[in-house]
């Protein structure tokens, strides 16, 4: 590496305190939305409500295998 360089990265604000479901456009095919990734190796609490007219089908959670006892 050079002993001097340069590094220049971009900001994205994927984070909301209310998230609204952009709805089920086609019925066929599967939406799937990132609610968190990233978040350090600790407790976090994602509360969720809906209703009938938005149901959700399936909720997936990847735990990293870091910290696991």
């Given amino acids: ?3 001097t360089f340069t590094v220049t ?13 952009p709805g089920v456009k086609d019925a066929a095919t599967e939406s799937i939305l990132i609610l968190a990734s ?3 190796n600790a407790r976090h609490r ?8 938005q149901p ?8 990293p295998s870091l910290g696991q006892k």
């Fill in 1 to 3: 590496m050079p002993e």
């Fill in 9 to 21: 990265w971009n900001v994205q604000p994927y984070f909301a305190d209310k998230f609204v479901s």
């Fill in 38 to 40: 990233g978040l350090s």
């Fill in 46 to 53: 994602l509360e969720i409500s809906g209703d009938p007219e």
């Fill in 56 to 63: 959700i089908a399936a909720i997936r959670i990847h735990q």
